[in-house]
């Protein structure tokens, strides 16, 4: 069975710009959730979907957006970028919510200039 | 809230000897807990994860875990590492079951040959 996927693997965009990133999940995998890496504030939560809807919401601010398709890919949005949006952005599946283990993509390497 | 300590920013073992990566969670309920590790550049794989049951887990790799609810510890063992274990370690808690995930700081893991 193939693993999570991410699209692109690395962007470089500058300030002011809105980025688009995509995950799709692990095959007949319902729940999705996206993390945010950076060196400083290390591997936090942004938000989790399921069934098409968000089901939880880190505290990021609203710049920070996301969606979920009926095929359970999905993806996050983030505008107005600022320099602090630099991170790696990993996204995890897992099969249903609650009691299951999230597995993780390889993330794309987001650089705001 | 809940949270996660690593208390070891770096760890240097040699090659062939034993490893203790400790780990302490602050949670009200049962918590599902995780290990993952991360390779440079790439996304987080999971080592092995408790949520109930017997203490001691074991998984991937040599590696085994063992949950002590009177210390709030989740420290990962491995009887023998290899220079290929030389990663990032991460601990983690299900903040709502094993969903929205709470990561400790990690643990950089360097073998000397």
């Known amino acids: 069975k193939a693993g999570v996927t991410q699209t692109p693997r690395y962007l470089i965009k500058t300030r002011g710009q809105q980025v688009t990133l995509s995950c799709s999940p692990i095959?007949?995998?319902?729940?999705v959730s996206w993390y945010q890496q950076t060196p400083g504030q290390g591997l936090q939560f942004l938000f989790e979907?399921?069934?098409?809807?968000?089901?939880n919401k880190g505290n990021f601010p609203g710049r920070f957006s996301g969606r979920q398709f009926s095929n359970s890919r999905s993806e996050m949005n983030v505008s107005t970028l600022e320099l602090g949006d630099s991170a790696l952005y990993l996204c995890?599946?897992?099969?249903?919510?609650?009691?299951?283990?999230?597995?993780f993509g390889p993330g794309t390497r987001l650089t705001v200039l | 809230a809940q949270s996660v300590t690593q208390p070891d920013i770096h760890i240097t073992v040699s090659e062939g000897a034993s490893l203790e990566l400790r780990c302490n969670y602050s949670?009200?309920?049962?918590?599902?807990l995780f290990w993952y590790v991360q390779s440079p550049g790439q996304g987080l794989q999971l080592l092995l994860k408790?949520?109930?049951?017997?203490?001691l887990v074991q998984g991937i790799k040599g590696f085994e875990a063992e949950f002590k609810r009177s210390q709030s510890s989740f420290n990962l063992r491995k009887p023998s590492v290899h220079w290929s274990d030389a990663a990032e370690y991460f601990c983690?808690?299900?903040?709502?079951?094993?969903?929205?995930?709470?990561f400790g700081q990690g643990t950089r893991l360097t073998i000397n040959p």
């Open positions: 983690a808690v299900g903040a709502q079951g094993a969903q929205k995930l709470v």
């Open positions: 949670y009200g309920a049962t918590p599902y």
């Open positions: 979907y399921f069934s098409e809807t968000q089901r």
């Open positions: 095959s007949g995998h319902r729940s």
């Open positions: 995890a599946s897992s099969l249903e919510r609650r009691t299951d283990t999230q597995y």
């Open positions: 408790y949520f109930s049951g017997d203490t």
